[in-house]
């Protein structure tokens, strides 16, 4: 009795070392993935500070923002399931990322808002993508505005030639006397372009840029005020048709040495127009600091909500229009697999409220506009 006793006791022995190895290599496992989901939560929110100059892998962290959140729920999912709770307990500093994860996936519930008391400004922006998108894009792209009838039109990648060559573009210049335009020694190619309504008394650029990238200022009267809009189209990461196909082949197969070779290519390519696109902001941020006017910046920005280009802009005294208004995950570049929100609208918290944000999901280029209506306040 006393032997099988003994057997008892040495089989309830290694049960329970096996219980144990099984316990910690649960632990370990649950572990690991949550660690590294806790550091791309907390360095996307961080990207946000640093300027892609100082270092720039952490930017990759806002722009991959949209995947990392999708993957960090169902990590959450998972060890609710298993039972992960020193894990759960391990994500509790992502708490500080819930203001991005609005940025990028706002939930607006309220509707319209009314002032009737309030001069409105009602604003599109729109990459038009050099009306090459599509056949007799000038005309579509045309008739869409015209249908919405904006104050003010904020158009990048606008080639003159093209618009004026067309008859229902033709007709809509007529309606907007008034024009910024961004670089005449372009040769009518790729310009940013404003065109408004109401009187410009004062324009300029905002930021020289690089080639086609500009970003130039219109102060536009409304009644008794005097706003100064800025038209943006930061540099892009020139991703090409050649670029995506190079892309799309990586996940076919290719020999070590030749991905390499072509991540590096892409990442220096970013690396460059991440930094142009900082200077440019910062030439922006001066331009925003330098009038008493109220202010809208709005364009084609090339980068996403959770970034430093839109953290900088933003800043503490401006409001985002998908913010307030918009609902869920609004990308507004809309070539596969490039689904990004890289169009956005800014307005001064204390001088505006936004009645409305829409974003017309028409395919006549790489972008979708967006289409805003503001109030000044009183």
Same mark, same amino acid.
């Given at each position: ?13 290694? @049960?329970?070392? *096996? ?6 290599? +649960?632990? !370990?496992?649950?572990?690991? $993935? =949550? /660690? ?38 169902? @990590?959450?999912? *998972? ?6 709770? +020193?894990? !759960?307990?391990?994500?509790? $500093? =992502? /708490? ?283």
């Amino acid at each position: 009795m006393t032997h099988c006793q003994q057997q008892k006791e040495n089989s309830c022995g290694k @049960w329970q070392k *096996i219980k144990n190895v099984i316990s910690a290599l +649960k632990g !370990l496992i649950l572990t690991v $993935p =949550t /660690v590294l989901v806790l550091l791309a939560m907390l360095g996307a929110w961080g990207c946000r500070f640093v300027a892609p100059s100082t270092f720039m892998p952490i930017a990759y962290l806002g722009l991959g923002f949209p995947i990392i959140l999708i993957c960090y729920l169902l @990590w959450i999912s *998972i060890l609710i399931i298993f039972g992960g709770k +020193k894990q !759960l307990l391990m994500l509790l $500093p =992502t /708490v500080i990322c819930f203001p991005i994860m609005w940025d990028t996936f706002p939930i607006n519930i309220s509707g319209e808002e009314s002032h009737s008391d309030s001069t409105n400004i009602k604003l599109a922006t729109y990459n038009v993508c050099a009306f090459w998108q599509v056949a007799d894009a000038p005309n579509l792209i045309a008739e869409m505005l015209t249908q919405e009838d904006p104050d003010i039109i904020c158009l990048q990648e606008y080639i003159d030639f093209r618009a004026n060559s067309d008859p229902k573009f033709s007709a809509l210049l007529k309606k907007y006397p008034y024009s910024t335009v961004g670089d005449a020694s372009l040769d009518s190619y790729n310009r940013v372009v404003t065109l408004s309504k109401n009187k410009i008394v004062q324009s300029g650029m905002a930021s020289k840029g690089k080639g086609i990238n500009k970003a130039i200022y219109s102060d536009i009267v409304f009644g008794n005020d005097t706003i100064r809009i800025v038209n943006a189209h930061l540099a892009s990461n020139h991703i090409s048709r050649t670029d995506k196909e190079e892309i799309d082949s990586l996940s076919h197969g290719l020999k070590l040495d030749k991905t390499k070779e072509k991540i590096n290519t892409f990442s220096k390519k970013m690396k460059d127009n991440y930094i142009i696109r900082e200077q440019m902001v910062n030439d922006i941020d001066s331009v925003r600091s330098s009038t008493k006017l109220k202010m809208i910046i709005c364009g084609d920005f090339n980068d996403v909500p959770v970034s430093y280009v839109y953290n900088t802009l933003k800043g503490d005294v401006m409001s985002v229009a998908n913010e307030e208004k918009g609902w869920g995950y609004n990308y507004t570049f809309n070539e596969a697999p490039f689904f990004f929100s890289l169009d956005h609208v800014l307005y001064q918290t204390d001088k505006f409220d936004c009645i409305y944000i829409k974003r017309e999901k028409v395919l006549y280029s790489d972008h979708y506009p967006s289409i805003v209506q503001l109030s000044i306040k009183q």
